[in-house]
């Protein structure tokens, strides 16, 4: 799966990374969001945790949001499509599954909804979180297509519906998000289109 490249947005010219250093940064951001929330990391608590000065943070990402979204990226980039099975619905359960089991995961949800909201007043940072999340919702249109192609909406609408059912229950917290939100989506998704 080819993912955007999260970092790119803020990367600084200079010396080449370290990869343990930078690492141990990924690390830290993710350990830190786990413990105390997203609100809570400051690119100092980052650098701190991580062993490393400030400038080096600085150096390769302006923001804490830029952190965060190369770390979600790396996560991201290993929750592709399933070979197929032949099963087109089978196998987008499966990624379905695997998805909401993701977002659902500490610290995915609160580091998703933070990025979103200090994206609101960072355009770099928004155009990053954007190319994110086109790539996820390439791969469900993909998998959609792959189920037929009798829709009775467009394919966008679609995949709206399934992320918008997600990001609904993981702001609010008022669902799951997990097996119990896939096989109800699936049947409105039976509803729309493919099968019939």
Known sequence: MTSPDPEAAGRAVGRPRSDSARRAILDAATSLAIRDGYAAVTIKGIAETAGVGRQTV????PTRGAVFLEALGEVGAGLGLPEPTGDPWADLRDFLDRSFALAA???V???LLGVTADSVADADLD???????ATRRALLRTALERCGSD???????VVDM???????????EHGPVGPELTA?????????????
């Open 105 to 107: 995961k500490p610290p």
């Open 109 to 111: 949800a609160g580091v």
């Open 127 to 133: 155009r990053t979180r954007r190319a994110y999340i």
């Open 58 to 61: 600085y150096r390769w990402w």
């Open 184 to 196: 109800e989506v699936l049947i409105v998704l039976d509803s729309l289109g493919g099968r019939r």
């Open 162 to 172: 399934v992320y918008g059912a997600m990001w609904y229950r993981l702001m609010n």
């Open 151 to 157: 829709w009775v909406v467009s394919l966008d609408t």
